[in-house]
C-alpha cells in the first residue's frame, strides 16, 4: 500500500485587526492585545452596534504594486493579496512557468455582496421615493460601473489571486460561512493527497465590516452591544459574553509535498495532518447544545491526521462570544477529549482580533502552526468569569509556553457547517 502523503506547512501570511502581517500579528496576540475599537471607517453612529475590529492602516500598493489588478479588487481581495504574497515570500518559493500546472488554489471567500455606494447609486435613481422603479437603471446619467457585478461574485478574488500569481492548476472557492476558511485548507489537503497538486496556496479572505453586514448581524442579535468598552466585547467563554465583534482580514498557507520540502530545505511550521467536516442540521445561527455535529467533525480529523485525543495539547477554538457557540463547543471538546480534556489549552483568538468570517478559519489555521512551532498557546484575552456550561482549560491572563504535539482549529459556521483541523508538530512521527 502506497503510504500517504504528508503536507508541510512552509509558508504563512496575514492581514488582520492585529497586525498587517503574521509577524506582528502573532506577537499582538500572544500579548493578547485586542484589535477592537469603534468603526471609524463608516459612519456607524445610527446603529446599535458601533463597535468593530478593523484592518487598519493597510496601504495595498506598497505590496501588490499592479495598479490595474487593485482598480478591479474589493477591500477583502486587498487583503487577500497582501497575505498571499507574504506567504509566497515567507515559504521562498513560487508558481514558475514550468510548474504553475502543479500549483492549486483553494480560497473561503466572503459572500456575495455589493458595496454600500453603489446600493446608494441604486437608490437615488430607482427610488428616489421609496418605490423602486427599474427604469432608474436606463437614465442616461446612471453612473453604471461595468465591473460592478463581476467584483462583487464570491470567486473575484479567486480570479485575481490565480492570475496574479500565475497558478495554473486546481482551483476552487468556499463559501460556507464561517467554515469557509477551514474548509478551504481541508480541501487543499485532499486535493495534495491525491496527487492533483504539489503546491497549495489555501487560505480565507473576507470583510463584512461595512453598514450591510453589520445590520444584518444586528438584526440576527449576534453582535456584542459593548459600545463603550470595545476591546473588552469580544470575551469567548466568559460568563458575561453578550455575542461577537465582527472583523475582517485574510490569511494564506503554502502547503507543499513533507519530502519536497525537506528536500529543498524548507523551514516546516508544522504537518497539516487532519481534516474533518459535518453538517449539524440544528439551527441557522446556533450549533446544537450537546455539540452533535463539532463532535463528528472533531472526530473525523482526528482520525484522519491518525491523532489520538491525548496527543492534542492545543486547541484554537471557534470561540465566537455567543452564548450558544461557546457552550456547544465545549460540550464537544469534552466528549471527544474525555479524560484528557483538562490538559488540553483551549483559546479563542477572536478575543483580541474578532470574527473574520470566511477568513477566521484560515487565520486560525496560521495560528495553530505557529504556536506549534514557537510552543506557545495563545492567551483567551477577556476572559474574567467562568461559565459553568465552558468548562474546559481556557488559557487564561497570559499566553502559556508549552510543547505542543498536535493542534485542532475549530471553525463552526452559520447554517451548521462545522470544520476542524488537526496539526502536527514537525518532529512528531505519525502513527504506523
Known amino acids: 500500500m502506497t503510504p500517504r502523503r504528508r503536507i508541510a506547512i512552509t509558508g504563512i501570511g496575514m492581514v488582520t485587526p492585529v497586525g498587517n502581517d503574521a509577524r506582528t500579528t502573532w506577537a499582538n496576540l500572544q500579548a493578547g492585545r485586542s484589535g477592537l475599537d469603534t468603526i471609524r471607517h463608516f459612519d456607524a453612529s445610527d446603529f446599535p452596534v458601533r463597535i468593530g475590529a478593523a484592518v487598519k492602516n493597510f496601504d495595498a500598493a506598497a505590496v501588490i504594486g499592479n495598479s490595474k489588478l487593485l482598480k478591479l479588487a474589493t477591500r477583502a481581495n486587498r487583503f487577500a493579496l497582501a497575505a498571499a504574497e507574504e506567504a509566497l515570500a515567507d515559504a521562498g518559493i513560487r508558481p514558475t512557468l514550468s510548474d504553475a500546472h502543479r500549483w ?15 446600493l446608494e447609486v441604486v437608490q437615488k435613481f430607482c427610488a428616489p421615493d421609496g418605490e423602486f422603479q427599474p427604469d432608474g437603471f436606463l437614465a442616461d446619467n446612471f453612473p453604471a460601473d461595468p465591473v460592478a457585478f463581476c467584483r462583487s461574485q464570491t470567486n473575484s478574488g479567486l480570479a485575481l489571486l490565480t492570475r496574479h500569481f500565475g497558478i495554473r492548476g486546481y ?9 469557509s476558511g477551514g474548509q478551504a485548507l481541508g480541501t487543499a489537503l485532499k486535493v495534495m493527497r491525491r496527487g492533483h497538486a504539489d503546491f497549495m496556496l ?48 485574510a490569511g494564506f498557507l503554502v502547503l507543499e509535498n513533507w519530502d519536497s520540502a525537506r528536500k529543498r530545505g524548507a523551514n516546516i511550521y508544522a504537518e497539516l495532518a487532519g481534516d474533518g467536516n459535518s453538517l449539524s442540521c440544528y439551527r441557522i445561527t446556533d450549533s446544537p447544545p450537546d455539540g452533535d455535529g463539532p463532535i463528528q467533525a472533531i472526530r473525523q480529523a482526528l482520525a484522519d ?5 491525548e496527543s492534542v495539547d492545543y486547541v484554537n477554538a471557534h470561540g465566537t462570544s455567543t452564548l450558544m457557540n461557546d457552550k456547544s463547543e465545549c460540550a464537544a471538546l469534552r466528549v471527544v477529549m474525555g479524560n484528557h480534556i483538562d490538559r488540553v489549552a483551549v483559546s479563542s483568538t477572536k478575543s483580541c482580533m474578532g470574527h473574520l468570517i470566511a477568513a477566521a ?20 484575552a477577556n476572559y474574567l468569569l467562568p461559565d459553568p456550561d465552558c468548562n474546559v482549560n481556557i ?15 475549530n471553525s463552526l459556521g452559520f447554517g451548521g457547517s462545522n470544520s476542524s483541523l488537526a496539526f502536527r508538530h514537525p518532529d512528531e512521527v505519525p502513527d504506523a
Open 202 to 249: 489555501a487560505g480565507g479572505f473576507d470583510s463584512m465590516l461595512n453598514p450591510i453586514g453589520i445590520a444584518a448581524f444586528c438584526l440576527l442579535g449576534a453582535l456584542s452591544t459593548d459600545n463603550n468598552a470595545p476591546e473588552r466585547a469580544s470575551r469567548p467563554f466568559d460568563a458575561t459574553r453578550n455575542g461577537f465583534v465582527m472583523g475582517e482580514g
Open 395 to 409: 488559557v487564561r491572563e497570559k499566553s502559556q509556553p508549552m510543547k505542543i504535539r498536535a493542534a485542532l482549529s
Open 104 to 118: 492549486g488554489f483553494c480560497v473561503g471567500a466572503g459572500m456575495m455582496g455589493q458595496d454600500f455606494r453603489e
Open 305 to 309: 491526521a491518525g491523532i489520538s485525543p
Open 361 to 380: 478559519g484560515a487565520v486560525e489555521a496560521a495560528v495553530c502552526a505557529l504556536a506549534i512551532r514557537d510552543g506557545i498557546a495563545p492567551v483567551n
Open 171 to 179: 482551483a476552487t472557492a468556499v463559501h460556507t460561512a464561517c467554515a
